[in-house]
């Protein structure tokens, strides 16, 4: 040992450095690159931002749906369209909608494995509003990679709930099956309830057979209906537009109150109402202090179509928690 004290202060400093364990900066670790790729239509009414976040990278597709007003088609995405709806509409122009070919599936599904992914889970809205599942599952049985199609069993943003938990579980790594299994659980933990001012239009398109009963027998009503296994249903009558908003209200907040506190996520729909929904909003969130403002988007064309001037849409569903990944899910 070295015989002055400053060296062997030195020398001890020294040796208590070695015996340290040694420890080194964590590398970062890169997410896993998702291997599934999520399809869905434009009934599923996702908010737009959303899905600008989500659709560059190839992971997020969403088919437009084609609307027939008179002899013209139009795309769900055409920007007029919302004009061309109301002037048809007010003008009693016929107004009709049609599922997307199976070729516009043919092109989502081929870019998906073309971008790399090993598998698509494609969601969409319920059979028994459309023909678009058919048109998705005849295009998955030519694709060059596999394609689980899944019916969703609602529409608007229960729907979109659905492709929002899908799209997180892909992000996070999953398989196909897990993804499929995400979407499937979080559609069922949707409610949806809506207002047309009249049942009108539902009529025409043939998409209120439940409730036909109430046309021409009550021609002043304000329906209240809902969505129940994948079809649209009448649940109450009410002789205002203002007291069929209010109670359109009471039944939002008791779904909100049957779930765990801090869990409901809301989105409304509005059609030519916008400041109606941004009302509701505000009222819902009066009610529950806790509850994020509501996604609020315009409702698809190709819902609005049938719903008429007016609808107010409200989903009420869990928020999205991203799911554990387990290796090789």
Same mark, same amino acid.
């Given at each position: 040992m070295p015989a002055d004290a400053a060296s062997a202060r030195d020398w001890l400093r020294h040796q208590v450095h070695k015996l340290r364990p040694k420890t080194t900066t964590p590398e970062a670790v890169e997410p896993a690159r998702p291997r599934i790729a999520v399809v869905t239509d434009s009934a599923a009414a996702l908010p737009a931002d959303w899905v600008a976040a989500h659709g560059e990278s190839g992971l997020l597709a969403i088919v437009p749906m084609p609307v027939i007003i008179g002899e013209n088609v139009f795309s769900d995405d055409d920007a007029e369209l919302e004009t061309h709806i109301s002037l048809a509409l007010a003008a009693g122009t016929p107004v009709r909608t049609s599922r997307p070919s199976p070729g516009q599936f043919d092109k989502a599904y081929r870019a998906a494995a073309e971008a790399g992914?090993?598998? %698509?889970?494609?969601?969409h809205i319920s =059979?028994? $509003?459309? +023909?678009?599942? !058919?048109? #998705?599952q005849l295009a998955a049985?030519?694709?060059g990679?596999?394609?689980?199609?899944?019916?969703?069993?609602?529409?608007?943003?229960?729907?979109?709930?659905?492709?929002?938990?899908?799209?997180?579980?892909?992000?996070?790594?999953?398989?196909?099956?897990?993804?499929?299994?995400?979407?499937?659980?979080?559609?069922?933990?949707?409610?949806?309830?809506?207002?047309?001012?009249?049942?009108?239009?539902?009529?025409?398109?043939?998409r209120i057979s439940l409730a036909s009963s109430? %046309?021409?027998?009550?021609?002043?009503? =304000?329906? $209240?209906? +809902?969505?129940? !296994?994948? #079809?649209?249903?009448?649940?109450?009558k009410v002789r205002s537009a203002a007291k069929a908003i209010a109670r359109l209200e009471t039944l939002a907040a008791a779904e909100i109150a049957r779930r765990e506190p801090g869990r409901a996520q809301l989105s409304l729909h509005h059609f030519g109402n916008e400041h109606q929904a941004g009302i509701l909003n505000e009222s819902l969130r009066t009610r529950f202090p806790g509850l994020a403002a509501a996604d609020m988007t315009r409702l698809p064309a190709v819902l609005a179509a049938h719903a008429g001037l007016g609808v107010l849409v409200v989903v009420v569903s869990d928020a999205i928690v991203?799911?554990?990944?387990e290796l090789g899910s």
């Open positions: 992914f090993d598998a %698509v889970v494609s969601i =059979k028994k $509003l459309s +023909g678009t599942l !058919d048109a #998705a049985g030519r694709a990679i596999p394609v689980r199609v899944l019916d969703s069993g609602t529409v608007g943003m229960a729907q979109g709930v659905a492709v929002q938990a899908a799209v997180v579980a892909a992000t996070q790594g999953s398989g196909a099956e897990a993804v499929a299994a995400v979407a499937g659980a979080a559609a069922l933990r949707t409610s949806v309830y809506f207002y047309v001012p009249s049942l009108e239009q539902l009529r025409r398109g043939g109430w %046309v021409g027998t009550v021609l002043d009503i =304000k329906p $209240l209906l +809902g969505i129940r !296994d994948g #079809a649209v249903v009448p649940l109450e991203p799911p554990q990944r």
